[in-house]
């Protein structure tokens, strides 16, 4: 059963692989080199809006072997697959043994929803800035299947209210209010979010924190512990989806001096001027940056490296912040670390029960 | 809600979840992975300065633009040769009369 898994796998990779390089591929050269028209080019600039801009900043070549990381990514997707479907038993027992202190998990939800105020405070505040610059604003999904135009004053005002309710509807006793109270403040984040990404530069930084966000009702619904460990290991994947990308797109350049010097000239900053002038700085930083979010899931196969791993990643924004004025203090993705407190303080270890179930396997 | 519902759920959210990485594009605004992972061939440091009456200006003192958000205007526009529509939305926006002028620097 598990080789025909591997053997499926394979030969779907193959024949995808087969039909992208025997016949998307001439045909995605011709749009890129020749600025021919064909259902390729079609798809593209559907799928891809910006592919225009890309094509008058990004040499032809370069662009060519970042659609081929397509190919080399679903590979990488299905080995991952394949080892996860290899060990699921022991991963399934690993993963429905959680059981964490619920004064924890309410430590940790406490800070959400406190970020959340601050939050929406913040946008309430910047909320006048957005009518002053409406000349540029390109709706995005969420907020385009509401309006065409910049929304009303009064419809920001009814989402705020609808997501200061949601947070009153999280401190009832019944998982379901309290579920759909997650969720009222979930469409909150969203429509606001979406709105201030509306004006051509998208704010990634709230990546982890909506992932929390959208995982959350689903936990309060169901009251299973099961959904903080989900919640904890979907977060870890997106750094190491970030790290993963950095290596795929440049490789070993990533960790090269001048790239980060080069990152440094577009965020200038006083200590990052002074950081500029020191090469092994210039390596160390970046080496340091892909550690810390290539670790990631690994760190719940040696629980006692949680709370250090946490720590690292704080220290890894605030250092952005810090050096190229990105993020701040107060950065969702530190909000969104919060959710490991309740793993923070497990004693437990949690690969315990399942070892010798490896080693029978 | 039933085990099914839950590995169900939790499948699709990680489905979801790697799209981007897969597809390399944002699928919606709130799932971006990784700033500056483009190589230096083809990232191409570059900066724009406004300059109103031959001086140059922050955005965020002429505008009250933040400056890492002027900045990806200018690429942004620049970039697909409509530098002078910017420009004109930009007039629209301006404290002070003036010429307006961006130059792009490397």
New interface residues.
Partial sequence: MKNRFVIISFLLFLLGSTIYFFEVLPLLKAFIINDECNWVSTFIQYLYPKIETYKNTIDAQALISRANQLIYRSGFILFGVNIIYYYRYPLKIYFNNVNFNPKHIEISYFIYSLYFLYTCFDWVLEIPNLFRLAEFYTPLCPTFIFENSLPSPYLFAVVFLIGTAGLVLTRSNQPKTKSIGAIMMLFNLLFIHSTFCSFGKIDHGYATYFILAMILPVYFWTNDHRFIRFIQIAITLCYAMSGLEKITLSGIDFINPDHFKNILFMHPTSIGNWIKQYDVLCFIIPTTTLLIQLSAPFIFFKPKLIPLWVISAILFHWGAYLIMNIGGFHSPWVAALAIFIPSCFQKKKLLAPILPLVKKE | ?TLKA?NT??IV??AF??S???????S????????????????????YNIHINQKTVSSQNAF??PE??F???A??YY???DSSIFLH?LE??QKYQGQIELLKSK
Avoid: C
Wanted: glycine share 2%.
């Fill in positions: 809600m839950k759920f939790m959210f990680l979840l790697l981007p990485f897969l597809f390399l594009r944002n919606y605004p709130f799932l971006r992975f990784a700033m500056f992972a483009d190589p230096i061939r083809t990232q191409q440091a570059e900066y009250s633009v890492d958000v900045q990806q205007w690429h942004d970039s697909k040769g939305k629209a926006l």
